[in-house]
């Protein structure tokens, strides 16, 4: 694995960390308003849904061809 992408998570991984600490005070104190109940109803579902549409299509859609990758050329 090229360490460059590895560093890349790491650091993706902490930034998520950071936020989710820092929101979770932040609504432990009262700095974000009270949402009524079932504001966000659904949304679960309808990401998954995009999520799954959008994986469907990364493995079903044929991939261009790169030049210099592969077991190399004949020319």
Same mark, same amino acid.
Do not use: Q
């Given at each position: 694995? @090229?360490?460059?992408?590895?560093?890349? =998570?790491?650091?993706?991984?902490?930034?998520?960390?950071?936020? $989710?600490?820092?929101?979770?005070?932040?609504?432990?104190?009262?700095?974000? /308003?009270?949402? /009524?109940?079932? =504001?966000?109803? @659904?949304?679960?579902?309808? =990401?998954?849904?995009?999520?799954?549409?959008?994986?469907?299509?990364?493995?079903?859609?044929?991939?261009?061809?790169?030049?210099?990758?592969? $077991?190399? $050329?004949?020319?």
């Amino acid at each position: 694995m @090229n360490p460059a992408i590895g560093r890349a =998570a790491l650091a993706g991984l902490a930034w998520l960390a950071l936020f $989710s600490i820092l929101y979770t005070l932040g609504d432990e104190i009262g700095a974000w /308003p009270k949402l /009524p109940t079932g =504001a966000f109803a @659904n949304v679960d579902l309808v =990401a998954g849904i995009g999520a799954g549409v959008l994986l469907l299509a990364v493995l079903v859609l044929p991939r261009k061809a790169t030049a210099g990758r592969g $077991s190399g $050329s004949l020319g």
